[in-house]
């Protein structure tokens, strides 16, 4: 059995599906972070599965994919510096806990 462009897809879907679940269900902030990281990942397999079997002779999807590990690493980055500074002032990471207009 070879692997073809539809189990990448299904794959790639499956991960999205279950990133966005933990995006929108879970209220700790770094759980949010890591569910945001698991949607960029699948977005990359779709991207590199497209750029093998669609067009294979441009690397259009494997430059993509780097953009995509980049903005990636940038966004863990600066939210988890943020998560941390609310943390230090607020004590939790609770999103529906912080409200950023109180003091």
């Known amino acids: 059995m070879t ?3 539809e ?3 299904i794959l790639s879907s499956v ?3 279950i990133g966005l679940y933990g995006a929108l269900s879970r209220r700790s902030a770094v759980v949010i972070l ?3 990281e698991v949607m960029l ?3 990359s397999i779709a991207m590199v599965a497209f750029s093998r079997y669609v067009v294979p002779a441009l690397l259009t999807g494997q430059v993509f ?19 941390i ?10 999103v529906t806990k912080i409200d950023l207009m109180k003091w």
């Open 3 to 5: 692997l073809g462009l």
């Open 7 to 9: 189990h990448f897809l």
């Open 15 to 17: 991960l999205f599906a």
């Open 34 to 36: 890591m569910s945001i």
């Open 41 to 43: 990942g699948a977005v």
């Open 65 to 83: 994919t780097i953009f995509i590990i980049v903005v990636a690493a940038a966004e863990a980055t600066v939210g988890l510096a943020i998560i």
């Open 85 to 94: 500074a609310i943390y230090r002032r607020r004590e939790t990471i609770d």
